[in-house]
């Protein structure tokens, strides 16, 4: 029976190697298919632990494995099926450990009878007699051209592995390595017997399992070349597939014409798992190996709304991109064109956009989103006059931008002379057939009008938010989402909420609008404030003020009447600034202390919250006069004196705009 791998640690003392294989090398990558129309879904598969499991992956894969990790270098003319010498096979141990890298030398003496100092393989034999991974005979010969067995390979991936060494110091071998070997799982890999010739495909197998095997010191045996596993032994196939694999291509009709070579039976996968030519289907994202003729198709898409454009810090490429609240980073040269070059931003921003999720989980490609047979429910947040072009003619009509119950943007085209539809209006559209039919969804606009939302019961009247809700602002076509934690303690006004959906008196879906800051709104913090004005009124003094303002990392001159300034500013202060048809205001900030920082979340007393490029850092001096600096570097802060500054404004939800930290 085996043993678990709570038991491993009590094994290790005897030798005895609990190798942790998971399920299917790439099922880790495996998703299920996903239509254009889908969003944010979650990709997650649990991974267990045990070595039966090895034995779900396709032997085709292992072997991939093996010959892009480098292992089969000097075999590549080989069938599966050819036997392979002893000579042949020292040449795969050196490829197969830490030596893989080292620069062989030429012999200066002979080392068997049988192996002169000129043998075109006598290095290799060389390395591995020194290692301890073979052995000569005691007639002093070699047998170079003798086929491995079964017996060889096991008492080379004894010493590969570090077992070839006894607790006391000593070296195990001949009998002795052979028992140490049937103590490894690696041991059930191939049933035959110790005198079984071995093939290029058995030894592949057999090296595949002891890649993933732990070795001596308790780490995975591959990464000691390089391989990535995770904390289960799962080997990192995707990265390895990219990093050693021609640029993928996106699949366009015939997937086979789009191959260097005539695939080879039993070597298609998709998604980690073997498959058919017919599973193959258009944008696919597909990789192939030309030395063993394999092809490897993924067909994880993601489709939704490009809010930002993340470039690299010199702005000479794009890094990532933001859809539907989500980063993806980008994989691929044409993954990172299509959205922008040199600090220009290419792509549509706030458009509907389709990534294809290449091996690595990156990016790979990127679609503009051509609606075809679907059905949308959500809310119109926009509604443009629009020139459509037809194949004869131009035709004036209207685009209506539905936000769908995932934050995804959907595009409509419709009759210039219908106005029955307007901003705010819940509806569902069916596309069929070239044919779009839009139909109105009834609303319940006062569903939550005049009520507190209290975060810790997670209730707003006699309604309780899902722990899964997703809530979305789309104030002036734009939308943003909208976390529960930001919206404790916040009023709901009656205009408030455009859409939602129920499930047994949960809100699992919840459309609003007014709940977002302004887009053109700033924020600044008030380094120096000085009465500029007086004049004379009947109630007193009318008071014009001189403001100091740091913004965006510059100081800017402001001037502000006693109107404009909304409650009380002292040097150091942080504002809002928002400036529309009435003038330019200065609103206050409320202030959060933050506990602690992780990746990109913010903990602070009050909640949490999510830090993106848009929020301004500083860095506030004793004399209270401030600095930007970069979130990166706050991160290497003591963060005792940190604060976060959100707005604490009816109706709206309280959306962290600012970190300032305070030197002690």
Known sequence: MRKSLKKYCEATLSFKVKKVIAVGMAIFLATAPVSLKAAEATYEIEVTATKENSTKIPNTMKQDYVTMAGIMAGLGGKKDTDKIKRSEFARLLKFASSEKNKKMSKVKTSLYKDVSKNHVFAPYIQLAVKKGWMTGYVNGKFMPNKIVTYKEAAKAMVVLLGY??????????????????????????????????????????????????????????????????????????????????????????????QLPFTVKAGHIFKNGVSASENQIKDYDVLYYISATKSVYAYDKQITGTLEQVNFNYSKTQVKSVVVSGTEYELGTKNAREYFGKNGTIIAGVGDEVTLLIGADEKVAFALDVIQKDTSVTGVISEIKTKMSSTKDSY??????????????????????????????????????????????????????????????????????????????????????????????????????????????????????????????????????????????????????????????????????????????????????????????????????????????????????????????????????????????????????????????????????????????
């Open 164 to 257: 070839g060494t006894k607790e006391n110091g000593s070296k195990r071998t001949g009998n002795e390595l052979m028992e140490q070997f049937y103590n490894l799982d690696i041991s059930d890999v191939l049933k035959v017997g110790e005198n079984h010739p071995m093939t290029k495909k058995e030894l592949s197998l057999l090296l595949y399992e002891a890649l993933a095997s732990k070795d001596g010191k308790g780490e995975y045996y591959g990464r000691n070349l390089g391989l990535t596993f995770d904390e289960e032994g799962v080997p990192d196939f995707g990265t390895l597939l990219v990093k050693k694999t021609p640029t993928p291509i996106v699949v366009s009709g015939d997937f086979k014409k």
């Open 395 to 664: 035709v004036l009509g209207r685009n209506m931008t539905v936000v769908d119950t995932k934050g995804v943007c959907h595009h409509f085209f419709y009759e210039y002379d219908n106005y029955q539809y307007q901003v705010g209006d819940a509806v569902e559209v069916v596309v069929k057939e070239g044919k779009t039919t839009i139909t109105k969804v009834t609303q319940k606009r006062g569903l939550l009008g005049q009520e507190i939302y209290h975060n810790n019961t997670r209730k707003i009247g006699t309604y309780t938010f899902s722990p899964n809700i997703r809530i979305y602002d789309i104030t002036e076509g734009q939308v943003e989402r909208i976390y529960s934690f930001e919206l404790d303690g916040v009023k709901f006004l009656s205009s408030t909420v455009t859409y939602y959906e129920l499930k047994e008196n949960e809100i699992t879906t919840l459309i609003v609008r007014d709940m977002m800051p302004g887009k053109e709104d700033v924020y600044g913090l008030v380094n120096d404030i000085q009465v500029k004005t007086s004049l004379p009124i009947e109630e007193g003094m009318e008071f014009t003020f001189m403001l100091t303002v740091m913004i965006n990392g510059k100081e800017e001159i402001m001037y502000a009447s006693q109107s404009e300034l909304f409650g009380s500013y002292t040097k150091g202060s942080p504002c809002r600034i928002q400036t529309d048809e009435r003038g330019t205001h200065f609103i206050p900030l409320a202030p959060s202390k933050v506990t602690s920082l992780d990746g990109n979340t913010v903990f602070t007393e009050k909640g949490k919250g999510y830090y993106n490029e848009a929020i301004p850092v500083y860095i506030q001096g004793k004399d209270r006069v401030s600095y930007k600096i970069s979130y990166s570097k706050l991160k290497n802060c003591d963060v005792s004196n940190l604060k976060a500054y959100y707005i604490d404004e009816l109706g709206k939800a309280k959306k962290m705009c600012m970190l300032v930290l305070s030197e002690s």
